[in-house]
């Protein structure tokens, strides 16, 4: 890594030492939550006196996990909350006007940011999250780095309304980092770090752009290390890392709500499944058109589960080896594959759970109603 290129961006490097400490501004529990005067403005006199701000931390089936000046509660999703245009309804990160008396929800406030993306599947809009101040695009030191993948997310992230920042991690694996630096040349006002997000030291060098009262998401795909950062920078067990799947013995993912996390230092971080699959929607049909010849040598194999690694009779081994198949087009065809597979197992898991518990609720009320006519 050459030192004028770091001195060219507004970046932190690897072993930064400007770390602000907490207590450097004094903020209050509002603007710990991420209250800021773009919300403040949106209230009238009245409102100012007789209403509440409150941010949505959380979106449950039938409430809201909302947080203010008097800490957490959990609010209703009334009617008002539950509106037929999806855009109007409650998302994460949300700053919400409820009474003081009463704690009647009142309106929702227009917001700065918001991330939002076609459900995969359905036909219909996804709110994700809103009023994210900052995104960190994580990659890592190894075979994810991808410039078009940053690309994408870096138009995903300026669209929503949101500064994107890029994280490299896993630098402790890598003995050179140049090879990931150096391309990022013409990205001149993209600010750049490199960590081991393993260690919570080297992962503190982003709490420069997690201020308190800002609040942050994490974009990236399937393990390049986003629960490991979030663990390292919230100094909790928050998030669970693939590891920890990989333990479970039933095999079972670990559910995750899409929910705001406060992070110690008085920034909030974003952790979502919907941002996780964020620019993975819809990309099967571009793989295959981009791939196409892989997919049609593939259905040659002799294995219809053929990895295309040692397996006999392989077709795709087969054009490698007689020079008609670029290795490093292959590796990057498995990658992207493994990545849509299991963002697509994750959303199957998710409707299959949500028929589950409908299904559950069908068969209480059921049971609720037999029992009211045999008068019991
Ligand atoms: N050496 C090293 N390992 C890391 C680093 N960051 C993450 N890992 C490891 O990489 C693996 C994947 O990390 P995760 O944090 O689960 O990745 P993720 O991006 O959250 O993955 P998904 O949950 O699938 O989206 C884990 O085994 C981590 O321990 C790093 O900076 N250095
Ligand atoms: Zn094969």
């Known amino acids: 890594m050459s030192k004028s290129l770091i001195s060219r961006r507004p970046r932190i490097g690897r072993g930064s030492s400007a770390v602000p400490s907490s207590g450097e501004r004094q903020l209050s529990a509002l603007q710990r939550l991420g209250w800021k005067p773009f919300f403040q403005q949106q209230l009238s006199l009245a409102e100012l006196s007789d209403c509440e701000p409150v941010r949505v931390m959380a979106v449950h089936r039938s409430q809201l996990e909302i947080a203010g000046e008097q800490g957490e509660r959990s609010l209703a999703l009334v009617p008002a909350l539950a509106s037929e245009d999806i855009e109007q309804r409650p998302t994460v990160g949300d700053w919400l006007l409820v009474e003081r008396a009463g704690g009647k929800f009142v309106r929702r406030l227009e917001r700065s940011s918001l991330f939002r993306r076609m459900a995969p599947g359905a036909r219909q809009l996804q709110l994700i999250a809103a009023n994210v101040d900052s995104v960190l695009i994580v990659s890592s030191c190894n075979q994810d780095f991808n410039l078009s993948r940053i690309e994408r997310y870096l138009t995903l992230v300026r669209e929503a309304g949101c500064r994107p920042y890029l994280v490299l991690t896993k630098a402790d694996l890598c003995a050179d980092t140049s090879p990931y630096i150096e391309p990022l040349e013409p990205y001149r006002d993209l600010p750049v770090a490199l960590v081991n997000g393993l ?34 920078l919230s100094g909790n067990q928050l998030a669970a890392t693939a590891a920890i799947r990989e333990d479970d013995s039933k095999g079972r993912h670990t559910t995750r709500h899409r929910a705001l996390y406060p992070l110690a230092d008085g920034g909030l971080l974003l952790d979502s499944p919907g941002m996780r699959e964020l620019g993975l929607a819809n990309v099967e049909a571009g793989l295959a058109a981009t791939f196409d010849e892989i997919g049609v040598l593939a259905s040659q194999c002799r294995f219809s589960d053929c990895r295309h690694e040692s397996e006999p009779g392989c077709a795709v081994r087969g054009a490698i080896d007689a020079g008609d198949l670029d290795e490093r087009r292959l590796r990057n065809w498995r990658k992207l594959e493994r990545e849509v597979e299991r963002n697509n197992r994750t959303l199957a898991e998710q409707r299959a759970g949500e028929r589950a518990l409908g299904q559950f609720y069908r068969d209480v009320q059921s049971h609720a109603r037999e029992r009211k006519q045999r008068g019991e």
């Open 199 to 232: 260690d919570p030291d080297s992962a503190a060098q982003l709490r420069q752009w997690c201020l308190p009262g800002e609040t942050i998401a994490l974009l990236g795909s399937s393990g390049v290390g986003k629960s490991t950062l979030l663990n390292s």
